[in-house]
Structure formats: structure tokens, C-alpha cells
DNA sequence: CGTATACGAGACACACTGTATCGGAAACGT
DNA sequence: ACGTTTCCGATACAGTGTGTCTCGTATACG
């Protein structure tokens, strides 16, 4: 008796396959990326393991969609704030403070789980995964670009480059101890933007 | 017969770790960090099995060991770059160069070969990868500090917070298409440690 | 020159892998 | 409602990597 059953077929495939991301996840969190066995995934996750095979080929395809699914969180998220202000400046300044904050939430809630730009180097092809991530990089790329059709931004440095600074240096907040502190990041990125005096 | 022998007993074995480092840096790069096994790393080696036991438990801790001497020789170079110049700020303003060229080159050089900040989350132990990326930190927070008794930093942000901020920023240098690009995001960062006007 | 050390090779039990087959159970479509 | 399709768990299997051991040899050490 499979544990978990839904009514569609469909969406019975859908939840089996985000529990054995969940599973994946918290099995490398738990013990390292390097020993999650495709046996231990099926076991955790409560399903055969020949099942688990019918669902992807092998860890990192796992951990490559695992890496999808949360990057699509996270720009969903990155949207939402961004529709809830109008001027670009605010748009930008609350789209990265998100930003900021979803790194730093991530490390404090798990024990030590690794970002996902982290995780990109694990696996053998960092362009499927950079693909993944430049969606990000367009976001933030465009509202550097609304923000500098507004004069507001430094014009020595294209925007798109900016924006792979302002993705990196954000990063720092998985590092940083406090929300003060992460709040203090984002000002110090904030200052690099602005126009040259 | 063994392929290298040093007059030394120590002197070949410090070749022959050597020599283990660089080919399981080689093997993670060509086939993904997932894939490399002991046995590989052996038969590249051109050593026993059993022998590569001898030296390394397990591909994590060959991979540990490849990662610190990574930042060991990127400390040294830093630490030379740091001595040339006599300036506070000339010296911040070299450092922070050399660590983004660091970076940049090793993605450019390589083909898409692993940051050590990336592969710092997946050993299980972040912490210990942690001790070693932190003398990096410290030397900047130094750095800063220096800068900071000449009163040429910003005083809203604690030095040990903008070296976080700092070295975030400029791993950015590895996705960078150009050293000139490499230059602008130099620029960029510096400009965020100035002091509020 | 005797001793200690490191080596390669081979053997071993164990775990994980990837694939195949099977009968049963649930959803699907008419 | 019922036949069909799809998914599932269990089991089996060969192939490969793991971690440990022993043994005979070669080299450095003192």
C-alpha cells in the first residue's frame, strides 16, 4: 500500500516527486552531499527503490531538480515583493533585501544546508544550473536597467554586471549572524549603485 | 615500482599527496565532483589502491585537503600582494584585485572548476571548511581596519562585516567574461567601503 | 648491514548501482 | 461498472566501488 494517494494520477506523481526532494535534501543536509545513495533516498522517502529510479536516473539529476525547484521559490517569491512597490528604486532596494534574506533564513532554518549556488558546482554541468540562476540574474537586471532609465544608477558599469555583483555580495547573508546585519549588507551593496558623484 | 622516489622518505611523501590532490582536482573536474571514486584517483595516480588508504580515508577528505592547500597558496600570493605596497588603502585596493583575479582566472583557466566556497558546502563539516577560509577573512578585516585608523572607511559597518561583503562581492569575478570587467567590479566594491559623505 | 617503512598486488565481504521481471492495486475511459 | 492502462513494491541479478587484510619486494634509515 503506497503511502501516499491522490485522487488524480498526476498529482499523485507530483507529491511523490517532492518528497523525494524533501528526502534528498535533508539527506545531504544531514550527512553530506557526497554519501546520499539512491537506496538510502528510497527508503527515507517510503517508496521501492526501483520505484525512485522511474523518477529520475540518478543523485544529482535529484539534486539538480531539487535546485530548480528551489530557485522557481525563490523568483516567485522575488516577485511578489517586486509587484508590491511602483518606483523603481524601491522596487530594487526591497527585491534585494528578499533577496538577502531568503540566503540568510535558508542557513539559519536547515542546520548547514548549502545554497544553491553552491550546489551548482557539485554537478557536472554548472550551464544547466547557471540557466536556472539567470533567471534571477534578469530580474535583478532589469530593474537595475528601470532604476538607471531613472538616473538613478551609476552609469561606469553596465547594468548586467551589477547585477552578478549584487547576486554574489548578497550571498554574504547566508554568513551573517543577525537580521541587523543582513539589513546593514544590503545598505552597503545599495551605496555601490548609486550614481558617481 | 613506484613511479616518483625523493632521496627523503618525507620529501615523497608529501610528492605523492601532492600528486593524489592534483589528480582528484583533475578527475572532479572532468567528471563532476559526485562521480570521483578512490579507485580513479588511485589508477590516475598511478598508485595502489590500498596505498591511496594510506593516505586519505575517504574522496571527502581528499577533497578537504585539496581545498586547503587551495587557500593556502591563494593566502601566500595575498600576503605578497599585501607587502608590496606601503599604503593602507593602496594595499586594500591590491589585495581585493588579486582575490578577484584569483578567481576569475580559475574559472577561466579550468574549465568550469568548483570555487572553494563552493565546495565548501559539500563536505559535511562546513566549519572546519570554514577555519580555513577564515584566515582569508581575517587578512581583509585587517585591512580594513587599517583603512578604517586612517579614516578612510565607512563607520556605519563593523570591518569584520565588510570583509564578509567584500569577499561575497568579488567571488562575482568567476562568472566575469573580462579581466576589464574584473576591474569594474573592483571599482564597485571599493566604492561601498568609502566613508558616508 | 640489519631494521623499519612504504609499496603493489591480490583477495575478501559488503554496499550501492542499474536493470529486469512479476503480481497486485489503483486510476482511467468508455 | 468493467476492462484497460498505469503505477507500484518486491525480488533477483551482474557489475562496480569500498574498506581492510596479507604477503613479498624494494627503498630509506641509523
Redesign the interface.
Known sequence: MPRLWSETIDAHRREVRDAILDTTARLAAE?????VTMSQIAERTGIGRATLYKYFPD??AILFAWHERQIASHLELLAQVRDQADDAGTRLEAVLKAYAMIHHQRVRHHQ????G????????Q??HIAAAQQQVHSMISELLTAVADAGDL?D??PPH??A??C??????AS??PSKA?VG??V???L??LRPR?
Request: aromatic share 4%; no cysteine; glycine share 2%.
Open positions: 550527512h553530506g552531499v557526497l554519501s543523485v544529482e548547514h544546508k548549502h545554497h549556488a553552491e550546489l551548482a558546482s557539485f554537478l557536472h554548472d550551464k551609476r561606469d558599469v554586471e551589477l552578478t555583483y547576486l554574489h555580495a548578497l550571498d554574504a554568513t551573517l546585519a546593514r549588507l545598505t552597503v551593496v551605496t555601490a558623484p
